[in-house]
């Protein structure tokens, strides 16, 4: 697999290239770089790695935003790493009332990067980032920032500021790092006695696999879990937006 995305690199750089199969899937961990000139056009195109370059996707300017975040009961300090998951980028307007403009899936690695791509939004306009996990608090970056030369690298993990309202968790001393919320499992914004009372049940039941109640990422629903989500629920923690 690695030979193959090599090659088609080498590719892209050079010539504008069309694949005859419906879908191309770039797992986590390889890189794509499409210079300007060059395209890449398939039914379907999946990036879980990395993206740079100036050229195309299916003939779209793509907007590639280079993300570092944290998920709190995925990250290890011990390891100064976490469990890679899938997360749901959204881009929205810096003005009330504030709408969705794009959305990106895309999973993050173990040292919390991920490269997101977007179509739909413009170099020199004020987004805000917006993080959203399937079992953790929707976080928004701190300030609405800009896309240049189709590029945006934003880092949530040095500060609680780089989230808007501070709306992070320390989750290591050394380095210093802090994460996303977890523990709201039903997604309603807020981590209380719902969200308990899912993992406790899940927990009762042996429930296993990728499932939301999972708040840790280890597969396994177990009191683990529900201590993430008792403690955020006491500490009354919520989502904060603009």
């Known amino acids: 697999m690695k030979n193959i995305i090599y090659f088609t690199t080498l590719l892209l750089i050079f010539a504008s290239i069309t694949f005859s199969q419906s879908s191309i899937d770039y797992q986590t961990g390889t890189g794509l770089t499409v210079q300007p000139g060059a395209d890449i056009s398939a039914g379907q195109v999946i990036i879980n790695g990395t993206y740079s370059g100036g050229g195309t996707i299916n003939g779209n300017q793509a907007y590639v935003l280079n993300l570092t975040t ?5 990250y290890n300090s011990s390891s100064n790493n976490m469990i890679s998951d899938t997360v749901i980028i959204c ?3 810096a003005v009330s009332p504030f709408a969705k403009v794009d959305s990106a899936k895309g999973v993050l690695t173990p040292n919390g990067a991920g490269s997101f791509i977007f179509f739909n939004i413009s170099n020199g306009v004020n987004y805000y980032i917006v993080i959203r996990h399937r079992n953790s608090i929707e976080t928004w970056s701190s300030l609405a920032i800009t896309f240049s030369s189709g590029a ?18 320390q989750v290591d001393n050394s380095p210093i790092k802090f994460a996303i919320y977890s ?26 696999g990728y499932v939301p109640t999972d708040v840790d990422g280890n597969n396994f ?19 904060i937006t603009p």
């Open 183 to 208: 523990g709201d499992v039903n997604q309603d914004g807020v981590v209380d006695g719902t969200d308990a009372g899912l993992i406790d049940n899940a927990a009762f039941n042996f429930l296993v």
């Open 221 to 239: 629903v177990d009191a683990s879990d529900a201590a993430i989500a008792d403690n955020n629920a006491f500490n009354f923690v919520t989502k």
């Open 152 to 169: 945006l690298t934003y880092d949530f993990t040095p500060t609680a500021n780089k989230a808007y309202g501070n709306n992070q968790v």
């Open 70 to 74: 944290f998920i709190q009961g995925f």
């Open 91 to 93: 881009l929205r307007n």
